[in-house]
């Protein structure tokens, strides 16, 4: 059989940022595929040069337009680390609600391009209907429906007071009966899971071994979260990571849907504990040393490498982001399979090129 | 039976209110404390720089002898941190967005000259961001 090789991308419907795969295929199964990326490389992680490490919080946070809060936070934690600042509880709160909220936002926007991508409309138009709720009170707490811009080193810029609190959570109840019906269709409706069960099978072993992060890890069986390493104020609030045990797609959809209401119960915690105080600590001078953060992303572990000489300005500043540890995963999980299956696999790690390319 | 999960939660939308805003048709929903366009007051500006050298995309220009102040519509992100930094509250951010911004040109507000003693020198550019 002769070996045909196919360009999937770099522009193609159901991606919505470019990632080019050259796929070999013999007939309609991929045997090889070989990914390429560097299509949006923006070169953020040298503005470091140019931004005072106050400002870069902004470019930090633009890193990603989905994750975008959790960059920034990590980011910060990173330099209050160098710099010994102790960020008020209170201020710790409100980054884990927002945090949460964007991993809410995340998954709804995700759910709605996998519907999309198995060709379901109207799953995809609800999704993003409940997203779009969660966008609105982002809005009114934030002021930012994407970008939040909340995050500062040393604390967060906005508060969230009692009656804000009260209608947030409010609205976080209707949010939550929208997504129980919308996660039902995902989790039980036997079109979505035909098209689901069984399509790119990732055992444990080869999850860890690739290394793999977040839901695509904990779909295959690996119980890792970095929120249980404690930051912000997860070391306060109790939940146990989501894991299914099967490895293939619908498991990768279903813990991403049991993350949903997981956050909903997260941020229910965090408001209801939320401590009085102050939002900010004033921080003066400038950091000296280096130090790499951790958090857990919508799409899994995001590491900052941050290293400071004393400047204003950084001296260096990495990011390995989620995406582009599951890259390799997504590799391994596509030789094999059905030339009509790779939108669906190249959708399950949640692929976002932008933060993969800074 | 599992293949009509959809179905009910389809028939209760083909009986409601779409839910989207028909906008331009109805007015747009402003969320308070949204972050839109970035108002400036003239009025209490003292021309002290100190926006010009915050904002991180470097879209204010300031000029302190001739009591200029503009901005690049096109550069600001409303992230806020000029309105953060103004000693003197001359800065805003409102919830409108504002009309969109279609040419490159600064918007350049002139603050007023204390009358006599001003010589009559060119008026030179506004120094970039
Ligand atoms: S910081 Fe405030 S007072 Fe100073 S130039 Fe800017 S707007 Fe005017
Ligand atoms: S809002 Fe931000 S981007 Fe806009 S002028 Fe102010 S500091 Fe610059």
Known sequence: MA????????????????IMLDLVVEDEKVVEAIPKIGFVHRGLEKLVEKKDFHEFVFVA??????????????YCQAVEQIMGVAVPPRAHYLRTIWGELSRLHSHLLWLGLLADGFGFESLFMHSWRVREK????????????????????GGVRRDIDTAAMQSLLAQLAVIEKDMREIVDV???????????????????????????????????????DMRQLGYAAFGELTFQPITR????????????????????????????????????????????????????QPRGEVVYYVKANGTKNLQRFRVRTPTFANIPALVKLLPGCDL??????????????????? | MAYFRMTQMALKWAISK??????????????????????????????????????????????????????????????????????KDSLALSTSHGSPAVTKDREIYQGEMPAPKAPAAAPAPVPAG
């Open chain 2, 18 to 87: 779409p839910a989207t805003n028909p906008y331009p048709f109805a007015p747009r929903v402003i969320i308070p404390g949204s972050r839109g366009l970035l108002t400036f007051n003239k009025d209490t500006c003292v021309y002290c720089s100190v926006c010009r050298k915050k904002c991180p995309t470097g879209a204010i220009g300031v000029n302190r002898h001739q009591k200029k102040w503009a901005i690049d519509r096109l550069r600001c992100i409303s992230c806020g941190y000029c309105v953060e930094a103004c000693p």
């Open chain 1, 340 to 358: 009509a299956d790779v939108p669906i696999l190249v959708l399950t790690i949640d692929p976002c090129i932008s933060c993969t390319e800074r």
């Open chain 1, 3 to 18: 070996r045909t090789v196919i360009p999937f991308g770099p522009q193609h419907p159901v991606l919505p940022e470019p």
């Open chain 1, 134 to 153: 969660v966008l609105n009170i982002i809005e009114a707490t934030t002021g930012g429906r994407v970008i939040f811009g909340t995050c500062k080193v």
């Open chain 1, 61 to 74: 946070e633009r890193v990603c337009g989905i994750c975008s809060f959790i960059h920034g936070q990590t």
């Open chain 1, 186 to 224: 995902f989790l039980e409706d036997n079109s979505v899971k035909r098209r689901l069960c069984g399509v790119g099978v990732l055992a444990k072993d080869d999850a860890y071994q690739l290394g793999c992060v977040g839901p695509m890890a904990r779909a295959s069986g690996l119980t890792q």
């Open chain 1, 245 to 296: 045990p099967e490895g293939d797609s619908f498991a990768r959809c279903a813990v991403r849907c049991g993350e949903l209401f997981q956050s909903v119960d997260l941020i229910r915690q965090a408001a209801a504990r939320l401590p009085t105080g102050e939002i900010e600590v004033k921080v003066t001078g400038n950091p000296n040393g280096e130090f790499a953060a951790r958090t857990e």
